[in-house]
Structure formats: structure tokens, C-alpha cells
């Protein structure tokens, strides 16, 4: 917060420094998949944080098989939206679902701890 009260603009990531962000995450494994479309997801779609843990996989709007949008159930000003997503973060979640379902992760939040005895619950 700023000394008056009032909170401090953030500077965002060049386009540069967002893509060697994304570049430096290891994706051979379920957990550099998951952190991957996270992050991904919030670049392209400008969710927050919670925002991006509260999705669920029911959130997911699909059409032909295709990811295409998420419901964004609380919002920013407490409102609900749908968010179009685009190649880059369809194929980033997609991946990331197949590798969650090859975990035995079905429903629930999308963004899932997949450790052994904690699997499915929010990260």
C-alpha cells in the first residue's frame, strides 16, 4: 500500500519478460503442465490470482472438443464473465487436463495440488 492509504500501480511484464517467464517453466512434468496454463491463463485472459484458482472444470467452456472460453464465477467488482481464450492457453490447459487426468484427477478445481494423498484439492 502507499503511504496514503491507497495502493501502488504495478508495473506489468513487457511481452519480452512474459515470454521468457513462460519459456522457463519445465513442462515434462504434471506440475510445470499445471503452472504453465496458469500462468498462461492469467496473462491472456488478466485474471488475478484468485481469480485463476477459483476455476473449476465446469468453468470450462468448450465447443467441438475445443477450449474456448472460461466462467469466471466471482469477478473483478464481484461480477461473473465469460473470458474467450485463445490458442495459446487452450493448448496450455488442455495438456495440462490430460496430464491431471492420467493422474486420476477428474472434476474440480482446475489448478489442483497433485501430490499422493492430496490430489485434487486448490492450490
Known amino acids: 500500500m502507499a503511504k496514503n492509504g491507497g495502493t501502488r500501480a504495478q508495473e ?3 511481452v519480452e519478460e512474459l515470454d521468457a ?5 519445465e513442462t515434462r512434468s ?23 484458482l477459483a476455476l473449476e472444470t465446469r468453468d470450462l467452456v468448450t465447443e467441438a472438443g475445443q477450449i474456448m472460453a472460461v ?10 464473465a465469460d473470458l474467450a481464450v485463445g490458442r495459446r492457453t487452450a493448448s ?3 495438456r495440462w ?11 474440480g478445481p482446475i489448478f489442483c495440488t497433485i501430490s499422493t494423498g492430496q490430489r485434487g484439492l486448490p492450490v
Do not use: F
Open 92 to 94: 496450455r490447459l488442455a
Open 71 to 80: 466462467k469466471v464465477r466471482n469477478g473483478k467488482g464481484g461480477k461473473a
Open 97 to 107: 487436463l490430460a496430464a491431471r487426468g492420467k493422474l486420476g484427477i477428474a472434476a
Open 21 to 25: 517467464l513462460l519459456d522457463a517453466i
Open 30 to 52: 504434471p506440475t510445470g503442465k499445471r503452472n504453465l496454463a496458469l500462468l498462461t491463463l492469467m496473462a491472456d485472459a488478466g485474471l488475478r490470482v484468485g481469480e485463476a
Open 12 to 14: 506489468a511484464l513487457t
